[in-house]
């Protein structure tokens, strides 16, 4: 039964479940056990996952891991927390003046090319066999060693203090928390990642994507991406 199809399915993932909970509900639908996605997104964060259905394509995801991505984030401005995403604790409020649209899009373009990124304690990284987020959540704080990234694009989509909109085209293990907490940094007020959503995987488009609930056991083989 398993191997009577097997291809990819773009999926706009809403929102509120994870990514897993994204395939236990494929298995449910298609009845195939094998299923898996190529970058994980937050609970919080929507957007493009790519699933591969069966065991020919999920083989084959890691080749999507390495791609570039695209996202359109909401900063929130002024405040800062234990997670750099809305998850977390508030760790600090800003009681300054209203910073600038021309001081923002200043700011945005120091963080524009080839850099080192540290990844952000709340991450499914490992260290030592240790995912970095199970040792945040034991209280401890390790050393992480900064990460090669290349933002190519970062504009300015939307900004009405303390909310900034923003689009970034970035290479695969970029994480967009820290470069949301690394701007508040730069412009002294602080900031974390209110909202994110994932717009592309290399040459592959949300606006190709299938809501979850547009999905049916009659329909979801029409979706498929041999």
Known sequence: MEEQASGFILLDKPAGPTSHGMVSFLRRLTGIKRIGHAGTLDPFASGLLIMGIGRQATKRLGSFLKQDKEYEATLSLGSTTSTFDPEGEVTSRYGGPVIGADVVEKALKDFLGKQKQVPPMFSAKKVGGKKLYELARAGKEIEREPCDVEIYELEILNYAWPELKVRVKC????????????????????????????????????KEAALPESLSTGNWQSRLIP
């Open 171 to 206: 290479s695969s293990g970029t994480y967009i928390r820290s470069l949301a907490h690394d701007i508040g940094a730069e412009l002294g007020c602080g900031a974390h990642l209110k909202e994110l959503r994932r717009t592309a995987i290399g040459g592959f488009s949300v």
